[in-house]
């Protein structure tokens, strides 16, 4: 049985810093897509950040482009998300997400394309 479980989350006041973690177990999508998804109170969930595998690119939306890096722990085999200069507006339960194969970018942005979810952990960033 294939389990994503993220760790990391917490509160931290703005401008701070806080890295999750994301552990899998049951497969280790090697030749997929691993990323974040995020959703606030009362919004939608959206697309944060996507790494592919084997090529490691990595793609991000722009709200968080150049605060946040999406990375890969292979030793580990764990996703890795830290994110710096937080904002109150970056609150929300943040979702890691896995899918077996890669798409397009696009579709990459899409929660819908991905198999597997975490169960979520809390963001808290206060003004």
């Known amino acids: 049985q294939v389990q994503l479980v993220e760790s990391g989350g917490g509160w931290v006041q703005a401008g701070g810093s806080l890295r999750l973690s994301c552990a899998s177990s049951?497969?280790?999508?090697?030749?997929?897509?691993m990323g974040w998804f995020r959703q606030a109170p009362g919004k939608e969930r959206e697309f944060v950040a996507v790494?592919?595998?084997?090529?490691?690119?990595?793609h991000y939306a722009d709200s968080v482009k150049g605060r946040f890096t999406i990375s890969r722990d292979n030793a580990k085999d764990t996703l890795l998300l830290q994110m710096n200069d937080l904002k109150p507006e970056d609150t929300a339960v943040y979702y890691c997400?896995?899918?077996?194969?890669?798409?397009?970018?696009?579709?990459?942005?899409?929660?819908?394309?991905?198999?597997?979810w975490g169960p979520g952990i809390q963001v808290t960033v206060s003004a």
């Open positions: 997400v896995a899918r077996t194969n890669s798409l397009v970018l696009t579709a990459l942005r899409q929660g819908s394309q991905y198999s597997y």
């Open positions: 049951g497969r280790t999508f090697s030749g997929g897509v």
């Open positions: 790494i592919r595998r084997p090529t490691r690119d990595t």
